[in-house]
């Protein structure tokens, strides 16, 4: 009896001991939950019961469709799941943010994962540095770097930010976030800069003419889409290069 009872007492001893070291490893390591409330999007909230009330409202099934099932969805509902923020501006709210409020939310919430200098930890992302690396060949693609809208990243961090815990920013956190980042690739060099829906265009992205528009549909769909020829058409028909010579054909190892 005295022998089960010293193993009993060593198992719980370490039971409790590897409990702690999980708790201490957890405090240490994992993105803590906002602790009040300030930081719950308060649109957010008033877009879910908006859904709510639109759903309670009973609309009418359509029974079209092959399977007879669902229904459009309601103006109300739309307007609730539109996140959409465009490189013009359109769909920004009414917010702004400072660079000192974003370092202290990004330390909080983000660094875990994206490091205190958004340096990126491991192999999460990097969202700073990377200028001038476009053209190498392993490139490094950051929002200083690559991305050539500000409301890309506006509209991703209050979209699906922080990781886990999606969409619980306020539109003002989203806005100092985001003054952090434009600080920390070098964009804007303030430390008291305070970004806003009133100065959000004014901010010049490095890569924002590193992209083309794709004008495919009116340079070069039309000359594959025409009715094709039935007669009087080309007698004879040469081969200019083969695709050895242009060295994209895979070679026999004689695997």
């Known amino acids: 009896m005295s022998k089960s009872r010293n193993l009993f007492f060593l198992l719980s001893l370490s039971v409790i001991f590897v409990l702690a070291l ?14 009040d409330p300030r930081t719950v999007n308060a649109q957010y909230d008033f877009d879910l019961r908006i859904i709510a009330a639109a759903n309670a409202a009973n609309a009418p099934l359509e029974g079209t469709g092959p399977l007879g099932l669902g229904r459009k969805a309601l103006k109300q509902e739309i307007v609730a799941w539109d996140l959409e923020i465009a490189p013009d501006g359109t769909g920004l709210p009414v917010g702004s943010g400072s660079v000192s409020y974003g370092e202290e939310i990004f330390s909080e919430q983000c660094s875990v994962c994206h490091g205190d200098f958004a340096e990126g930890v491991d192999r999460w992302p990097e969202l700073a540095g990377g200028e001038g690396t476009l053209a190498d060949e392993d490139p490094l693609k950051t929002v200083g770097s690559y991305w050539p809208h500000l409301s890309t990243a506006w509209d ?7 990781y886990g815990y999606a969409q619980s920013l306020s539109d003002d956190d989203v806005y100092a976030m985001l003054a952090y980042i434009l600080y920390s690739n070098d964009i804007i060099e303030d430390e008291e800069f305070v970004l806003s829906n009133e100065n959000f265009l004014d901010v010049e ?3 924002a003419n590193g992209f083309i528009i794709d004008d495919r549909d009116v340079t070069e769909y039309p000359l594959f889409s025409g009715d094709p020829c039935m007669k009087d058409c080309k007698l004879k028909v040469e081969v200019t290069m083969r695709a050895r010579v242009l060295d994209v054909t895979p070679e026999d190892d004689g695997s």
Do not use: Q, T, V
């Open 22 to 35: 999980a708790y201490n490893f957890a405090d240490r390591n994992i993105a803590k939950l906002p602790p």
């Open 156 to 162: 991703y961090i209050h979209r699906s930010m922080p």
């Open 205 to 207: 992205m490095p890569n």
